[in-house]
């Protein structure tokens, strides 16, 4: 099998308005013969769902959240960047691209990146007519602020709850559809299989969570929007309840995976405080705006930040990257951290925490200015820790955030099986091997309002399909298959809580594939998660029933697809000799310490083809040609 | 420290519920109630019983998920806090803290601590949007809007949808949360065009679902854990009135047209 990224000819500048006139057309007459199951509703699904749905499509949506209103996205708290140069401060299409593809360190396919940047200014104006409530200035024009990786004020933001209102903005979208019985929701319900008729994605077989019904859904194209798989490393600034099944379920039937080892350490999140610790809470980025990152210059330095004077304190991002200082991209910050609290110089408990320190700013501009751009992130901040981080700086560490990898999609967004398409955070397309901040909400709501719904007319114009029918023997068999796997869990009875395996996995993946990795390290991984996964299916004690609402289940499920995952992400990691982006191998790297890409060697899509149980996966390699960027080495110097 | 939970066990929406005690040994101040609970949990799998349901997603305060009773106060208490953000150093060691599940006709208990809260959505799939397609939309700025009615939007754009208002009334009422999308998208120009059809149709899902009048004795704004001001309810009364003076009748069981 090779891949075939249906990148349009053309200058960049032109491909996608030039693809958008070649790509088929289904008239609107037609369109509601074609059903479409989405699922997610998080950015991209949700506005993918309502945005079909206007169309005519029949959709069919489902998530695990007792809302769709609740799908993670919510919690992106900073911005959402476009290029729309409302402040005259040199920002164009082209620099977002730019910014992008140099952020994602020359690792992301340039046509998509273009495009993103193309329609990000769309995005805004949509928001905007839904009623999402972005800052405004006093002549009632919309307000910016500026992000890591970025020399311009681009980033479009609602206090700190961005991520909530364009998520409440595309739910609402899709509510009305909902209501005009144009979408049918499923919420409280998982995806467990996606089916395949002909080699193409025609429906999936899903479990209600709160009957464990299982059912089967058939359509003509299956869309998945279901994030990342941050939650690989148990401790993640996901919510509890994301996870991989729907990605790598499709992988095992035929979706070839792309870049799993990308993943990003956000530098800004609150330090870990002890065993019983089930999730990590992300302070924005945007907070480096403003805030000043340091920590002191002698080792285990035990003095109340306040007392530090300004000559023993290491402001280092200031020191080390001039240019960007605070505002340097996430995975340069992260390292810089790790570094520094390596070097015994770490703050708070277990010393694994970094300054964020607002004094300055509270002199600059006043404490109700600070309160104004950042307040209710202070409040998040003094009820997880107790302290007030107007009086003395925040501890901050990094900690894993989002994940770039995921199932390889060409140009029009479909992954390697026909009809399955794939958006947002569960693509793995745009952003490379690093995702600068405020662009996740972009890429999630491109995809969703403004690529897929003409991509997805172009398929179902090309290709005629039979429509498929949910008492086919291929749902039938998937049906079975899933129930034999419910079963097996419930059945082994064993002596470790479904938890305790996953806080395991976690732990090492986290230390051995985390903010740094070596060729030692991972080869251990790829001896201990098997074993791990063996020791899971012998000894995992599952709690309750099959036909019921059971949490601990849909957990053991989850985790059991962890287990599995996790080895093709350290086997992506092993074999990119490189470092690059999120990926920091510490045998490439340049004598002061930063990430060293091998272009020569590496400057391709890696996409695993899944081959059988056991069995180690095909490496597919999609070139990475640049047209229009020269590949140079990152410098926030 | 040591703790004596009471906890609301009910097996599914059939069955009838009661409050089953539980030690809770070694909690630290550290953890959120909710760490407090998994500790529980692993313990009671561990000993072959079924672990407490309770819904949570996020944790970090945003996605409206987690919902439970902590001593007969909707969040535990603690102003602007989710559940999922309450930590335990606000107790001490040797409380007895009963947990219950939200209490309210129109959010019937699916099992333990777990509820059904889909009548918001179907009152948000009633009006609760701006009835735009994807594409063709005005440049973003084209339209100003002055940053106090953007401010006064996004106050109440702020709810998360959790369901705690209702939990705290004594009539179960559901309006500051209907209030404050009325008021939301009636604050904004984009908004402003539909705003009559909006509130009367979401009223009227609103009152099917079975949820209460307002008190106006603000128990609501209480417990808000995005402190959503009562105010809105007033505006959400101003905007019923206007619209049904205007005689506006939206057509019967053909929610969101």
């Known amino acids: 099998m090779t891949l075939d990224a249906k990148i349009p000819g053309g200058p960049l500048a032109q491909k996608w308005d030039q693809h958008r006139f070649d790509m088929k057309l289904v008239n609107p007459a037609n369109k509601r013969k074609f059903d479409v199951i989405v699922v997610g509703t998080g950015l991209a699904g949700a506005s993918a769902a309502a945005s079909l749905a206007e169309l005519g499509y029949g959709v069919k949506a489902f998530c695990y959240q007792d809302s769709p209103r609740r799908a993670h996205s919510i919690a992106a708290q900073g911005g959402i960047n476009a290029a729309k140069n409302y402040q005259n401060d040199g920002d164009s299409i082209y620099r977002l691209f730019y910014d992008t593809i140099k952020g994602g360190d020359f690792r992301a396919r340039e046509a998509n990146v273009y495009r993103l940047a193309q329609v990000s200014v769309n995005i805004i104006d949509q928001c905007v007519a839904q009623g999402v409530p972005f800052a405004r200035e006093y002549g009632g024009l919309l307000a910016n602020r500026s992000f890591g990786g970025a020399q311009v004020s681009r980033t479009f933001y609602a206090r700190g709850q961005t991520g909530q209102q364009l998520l409440l903005g595309a739910y609402q979208a899709l509510s009305r559809q909902i209501g005009l019985g144009k979408v049918k929701m499923f919420p409280r319900t998982e995806i467990v299989d996606i089916v395949l008729v002909n080699g193409h994605a025609k429906g999936i077989i899903a479990r209600d969570l709160v009957t464990g019904a299982i059912s089967s859904h058939a359509a003509d194209a299956v869309v998945l929007a279901t994030g990342g798989y941050g939650n690989v490393f148990y401790l993640s600034t996901n919510a509890k309840g994301c996870n991989v099944t729907a990605t790598w379920r499709a992988c095992k039937r035929g979706a070839a995976f792309a870049n799993p080892c990308y993943t990003q350490i956000h530098p800004t999140c609150i330090p870990v405080s002890g065993d019983h610790q089930s999730k990590l809470t992300l302070m924005s980025e945007s907070l480096r705006n403003d805030g000043r990152v340091w920590v002191p210059k002698k080792k285990n330095d035990q003095r109340a930040p306040g007392e530090i004077p300004e000559e023993e304190r290491d402001y280092y991002l200031e020191r080390k990257y001039p240019s960007f200082g605070n505002l340097a991209p996430r995975d340069i910050s992260s390292r810089a951290a790790k570094e520094v609290c390596d070097e015994g110089r770490g703050v708070g408990p277990g010393a694994r925490g970094v300054y964020l320190d607002f004094a300055d700013a509270i002199k600059r501009i006043g404490e109700g200015a600070v309160r104004e751009r950042y307040g209710n992130l202070f409040d998040m901040y003094e009820k997880i820790t107790g302290e007030n981080a107007y009086e003395r700086p925040m501890r901050i560490y990094p900690a894993v955030h989002y994940t770039m990898g995921g199932l390889w999609v060409d140009y029009n967004l479909m992954s390697t099986v026909p009809g399955l398409f794939v958006l947002g955070e569960a693509n793995f397309s745009d952003h490379g091997a690093n995702r600068l901040g405020a662009s996740a909400l972009m890429q999630g709501l491109a995809d969703g309002y403004f690529v897929l719904p003409y991509t997805i007319g172009h398929y179902f114009a090309s290709e005629k399909q039979v429509k498929a029918r949910p008492d086919q023997a291929e749902f039938k068999k998937a049906t079975v298959e899933v129930e034999a796997l419910t079963r097996k869990l419930l059945a082994v009875n064993g002596r470790r809580t479904v938890n305790s395996f996953h806080k395991e996995l976690g732990m090492m993946m986290w230390e051995k594939c985390g903010m740094a990795r070596n060729q030692a390290g991972l080869k251990e991984l790829l001896q201990k998660i098997p074993a791990l996964r063996e020791e899971f299916w012998k000894n995992v004690k599952v709690a309750g029933q099959d036909q019921e609402l059971n949490q601990n289940l849909e957990h053991a499920g989850r985790v059991a697809d962890f287990l599995e995952f996790a080895e093709l992400l350290v086997l992506d990691a092993l074999e990119r000799n490189e470092s690059c982006g999120g990926h920091f191998r510490t045998e490439y790297q340049t004598d002061d310490g930063e990430a060293k890409r091998d272009d020569e060697h590496y400057a391709y899509v890696a996409a695993w083809q899944y081959t059988g149980p056991g069995q180690r996966p095909a490496l597919l390699k999609e070139p990475l040609v640049y047209e229009e960027v020269h590949m140079s080495t990152r410098s926030y110097k | ?257």
């Not at chain 2, 019983?49 to 945003?62: L, M, N, V």
């Not at chain 2, 009773?69 to 999922?84: D, F, K, P, S, Y």
């Not at chain 2, 002055?146 to 309006?175: F, H, L, Q, T």
Request: with cysteine.
């Open chain 2, 1 to 257: 420290m040591n703790l004596t939970l009471k906890v609301w066990r009910q097996k599914d929406a059939r069955s009838e519920g009661r409050l089953e005690t539980y030690q809770a040994a070694n909690v630290l101040t550290d953890m959120s109630f909710l760490e407090m609970l998994d500790v529980v949990n692993e313990d009671l799998i561990a000993k072959g019983q079924e672990p407490i349901a309770f819904d949570s997603d996020c944790r970090e305060g945003i996605c409206g998920t987690c919902s439970m009773m902590i001593n007969g106060v909707a969040h535990g208490g603690l102003r602007g806090t989710t559940v999922c953000q309450l930590h335990m150093r606000h107790f001490k060691d040797g409380d007895t803290i009963v947990i219950e599940p939200w209490r309210a006709r129109a959010f019937p208990v699916l099992r333990d601590l777990v509820t059904d809260r889909s009548a918001f959505d179907r009152i948000i799939q009633a009006g609760g949007f701006v009835s735009v397609n994807t594409g063709g939309t005005p440049d973003a700025n084209a339209l100003p809007v002055g940053k106090m009615e953007a401010d006064r939007a996004m106050d109440a754009a702020a709810c998360i949808g959790c369901g705690a208002c209702v939990a705290a009334c004594k009539n179960a009422s559901a309006m500051l949360f209907v209030s404050a999308k009325v008021s939301h998208l009636a604050s904004l120009p984009q908004g402003y065009v539909e705003r009559e059809r909006r509130v009367l149709n979401m009223v009227k899902v609103m009152d099917e679902a079975g949820f209460g009048n307002c008190t106006v004795t603000g128990s609501c704004e209480a417990v808000c854990p995005k402190e959503i001001s009562l105010d809105f309810i007033a505006q959400m009364n101003r905007e019923y009135g206007k619209a049904l003076l205007r005689n506006y009748t939206p057509r019967a069981g053909k929610g969101g047209d």
